[in-house]
């Protein structure tokens, strides 16, 4: 991005963090949209990257908007495009693998709590979630259903 187009997309990302952070997610979620976007959309030539960091953060903090209005499938793409942009970023395995949890999706849940102790071992409620989710499983088994 050139000169004036990426203070205003930095200027965007910062605006739907300020939102957020305040817990006024329908203007964050507009803002987090537009930023992405803006991210996305065809870069002209020797425009400066953009931050994956920064783009992942969005993606996630999209979904937890969208977690906290129960939309489980949406805010799961999001979680998916931020790890697609920044693998290394245990933030949304954790969230999607709430989500699998909570649908009944053992299996993923775990492989999604196992990728975010390997990317980050101190990672407290990962470990939490990590074994509920085998007690889960077990006591599914066990029922037959």
Excluded at 71 to 100: H, K, S, W
Excluded at 114 to 125: A, P
């Amino acid at each position: 991005m050139e000169g004036q187009e990426e203070q205003e997309t930095q200027a965007t990302l910062a605006l739907a963090q300020a939102h957020f952070k305040k817990g006024e997610y329908a203007e964050a979620e507009a803002l987090y949209s537009t930023y992405i976007r803006q991210c996305t959309s065809a870069a002209p030539a020797g425009a400066a990257p953009v931050s994956p960091e920064d783009l992942a953060t969005a993606y996630n903090n999209r979904g937890q908007i969208k977690y906290f209005r129960v939309d489980f499938y949406e805010a799961m793409d999001d979680y998916t495009c931020a790890i697609e942009v920044q693998p290394n970023f245990e933030v949304p395995y954790y969230n999607r693998g709430l989500i699998l949890y909570r649908l009944g999706y053992f299996d993923d849940a775990l492989e999604d709590f196992k990728k975010v102790l390997d990317l980050n071992c101190g990672f407290q409620d990962a470990t939490l979630s990590l074994k509920q989710t085998m007690l889960a499983k077990e006591e599914k088994q066990r029922r037959n259903y």
